[in-house]
């Protein structure tokens, strides 16, 4: 089992950054490929980025690439999304996730889900 717990949303004007993180806790977190998922009220949930637990390039949606970076620290056990250049679109609940044996890491599957935290960018 493994407890995810993020942090770190809030309100931004556009342009500006936020760095959400993850804190996970349980089984061993270096073992899990981890993502950053994000949803808007009634719309379905899309990636956003996701890395492997030590092999490999991160993988980003398009239209966060270049502008958002995603980075794991496995001694600390969380991961993080720096976000630059924010967009009013952006505005979404990011979610972060874990799963193993994942040969898609944007489509997962991935089996572990954190409550979410809030992320707005205001134009």
């Known amino acids: 089992q493994v407890q995810l717990v993020e942090s770190g949303g809030g309100l931004v004007q556009a342009g500006g950054s936020l760095r959400p993180s993850c804190a996970a806790s349980?089984?061993?977190?270096?073992?899990?490929?981890m993502g950053w998922f994000r949803q808007a009220p009634g719309k379905e949930r899309e990636f956003v980025a996701a890395?492997?637990?030590?092999?490999?390039?991160?993988a980003y949606a398009d239209s966060v690439k270049g502008r958002f970076t995603i980075s794991r620290d496995n001694a600390k056990n969380t991961l993080s999304l720096q976000m630059n250049s924010l967009k009013p679109e952006d505005t979404r609940i990011y979610y972060c996730?874990?799963?193993?044996?994942?040969?898609?890491?944007?489509?997962?599957?991935?089996?572990?889900w954190g409550q979410g935290t809030q992320v707005t960018v205001s134009s």
């Open positions: 996730a874990a799963g193993r044996g994942i040969t898609d890491i944007r489509a997962g599957p991935y089996n572990y």
């Open positions: 349980g089984r061993t977190f270096s073992a899990y490929t």
């Open positions: 890395i492997r637990w030590s092999f490999g390039s991160p």
